[in-house]
């Protein structure tokens, strides 16, 4: 589907140093650039013939293979920009009708449909717009397949490299602000041709079959690019054809003039300006250039990112989080009710768990302020204990002799003759009662009192007097166990 999320540049972290990437058949330039106090630094630059095909092969060894080149470069930047293979797009333009803006988006989405011979479904769509001095309006959507997106990301992520922008080195190479004109540049195994004007592109091609190896040796089949050129040229409407000034040639220098000679000879009626385009202009990208940059895509792709010069095309899809993903999924209807309520719910047990985490933060900080503190006191205590007087400062013995005599009665009736204490709470006590019936209440007073335990009438001899022994655990706590 069309997006308009796509049409404009996705808006990313500034960068200070980037590594391009330039994917043309099976071979892969690379350039790792600095941006230093105005000024563009190439750190390191490689190019490489790749044995592997990144789409067909295994990710990570295709991946491996790349992180190898990269080690021996010495390059260790990990985000890069990739310029893709112009074989791997498919292109269509149209004019815009008079439209509201929201609705721009579905009168793509029908058009594209129309003009491309799969599923939009299974591509990643970018559009460029661009308006005439009349005021027409066109726009040029161009698809990559996503699989294939899908694939070199996971290259690049084996390689140890992080993606940050996908889009086309002649795109980058001839940028849209300029004036009308039809760029070709000179690739592994094809000519792209780009046709800018009015600030957007209105069409792109890559040229199968103008480039030919013979005995290992490139050949230029200059007559077709420059029959293929006219034609793209000739089915443009008149405004914007007229709008085209000026052909730039970029790739090899010998190749590259071959070119614009055949161009020049074939085009001449059109009064087009033929450039060969070998070094670039110093305010290209408003800043200090290195001295004898090599005009590439992967430079241009990456010196335009790290100079916020935006590119109409970008087909890197954009990351959705899985929070994105399930309220997309369910955002009508009940379940949209009931996810947000889910949701207030989940909100609320996160923020007690951290509010309680805060407060467990906080007393773990008091608790790191008075810790020492709190050992030498324990320390302290511990010695007073070892060494405090040997005797019991809680005053057991006469504490129990207080309870017993609470206990006993006033009027003489049950006298108490020996009272023995062991082990400072094992009490044994012999006496005489005047009957039973007195010394019955003695005891029941005494096993109600809260200090005392396990009372027990060991031994009660004859009638009048009574004899008796009784003997119970005195408890400090004052836990009554009887």
Excluded at 63 to 68: A, D, F, M, V
Excluded at 235 to 242: K, N
Excluded at 320 to 333: D, E, K, V
């Amino acid at each position: 589907m069309i997006d308009l999320k796509n049409i404009l540049s996705r808006r990313r972290p500034a960068a200070t140093s980037l590594l391009g990437l330039a994917l043309d058949g099976s071979r892969l330039h690379g350039v790792w650039l600095k941006r230093v106090n105005g000024a563009l630094q190439i750190q390191a630059s490689f190019s490489v013939v790749l044995s592997l095909d990144p789409l067909t092969a295994a990710p990570e060894l295709a991946g491996r293979e790349i992180r190898n080149h990269l080690d021996a470069a010495e390059i260790r930047e990990r985000r890069c920009v990739v310029a893709l293979p112009l074989k791997w797009a498919m292109a269509a333009h149209t004019a815009l009708p008079q439209l509201a803006e929201a609705d721009v988006a579905s009168f793509l989405q029908i058009e594209a449909e129309r003009s491309f011979p799969c599923d939009v479904a299974t591509l990643v769509t970018a559009t460029s717009f661009c308006q005439t001095a009349s005021g027409q309006r066109y726009a040029a959507f161009v698809g990559v397949p996503r699989n294939q997106i899908a694939t070199l990301e996971a290259v690049l992520r084996a390689a140890k490299l992080q993606p940050e922008f996908f889009s086309l080195g002649i795109t980058a190479l001839q940028p849209v602000d300029r004036d009308g004109a039809l760029a070709l540049t000179i690739g592994e195994s094809h000519v792209g041709l780009q046709v800018t004007c009015g600030g957007g592109v209105v069409a792109l091609r890559s040229l199968e079959g103008a480039m030919e190896s013979e005995g290992g040796r490139r050949t230029l089949r200059g007559d077709l690019v420059a029959r293929e050129a006219r034609i793209t040229l000739g089915q443009l409407p008149e405004e914007l054809r007229a709008a085209v000034r000026q052909v730039r040639i970029f790739g090899p220098p010998d190749l590259g003039q071959q070119l614009a000679d055949e161009v020049q000879r074939r085009l001449a009626v059109m009064n087009l300006t033929v450039v060969v385009v070998s070094t670039y202009d110093p305010k290209e990208f408003g800043v200090q250039l290195p001295p004898a940059a090599p005009v590439s895509a992967a430079f241009s792709l990456a010196a335009a990112q790290l100079v916020g010069r935006p590119l109409p095309f970008d087909f890197l899809p954009p990351k959705i989080s899985p929070w994105q993903q399930l309220s997309s999924r369910y955002a009508t209807g009940k379940l949209r009710k009931a996810g947000a309520v889910a949701a207030g719910v989940l909100l609320l047990v996160i923020g007690a768990f951290g509010f309680q985490q805060v407060q467990l933060w906080r007393l773990r900080v008091r608790w790191a302020d008075m810790q020492v503190k709190v050992g030498e006191l324990e320390t302290t205590q511990q010695k007073i204990r070892q060494y405090r007087p040997w005797f019991d400062e809680s005053l057991r013995s006469l504490s129990i002799l207080r309870q017993l005599t609470m206990s006993f009665p006033e009027d003489g009736v049950v006298t108490a003759k020996t009272v023995e204490i062991r082990d400072a709470n094992l009490v044994t006590c012999t006496g005489s009662a005047r009957d039973n019936a007195s010394l019955l209440r003695t005891l029941a007073k005494l096993r109600d009192a809260s200090n005392v335990s396990d009372l027990k009438v060991d031994r009660i001899q004859g009638k009048s007097p009574i004899q008796f022994t009784f003997d119970f655990r005195w408890v400090e706590e004052g836990n009554h166990a009887n």
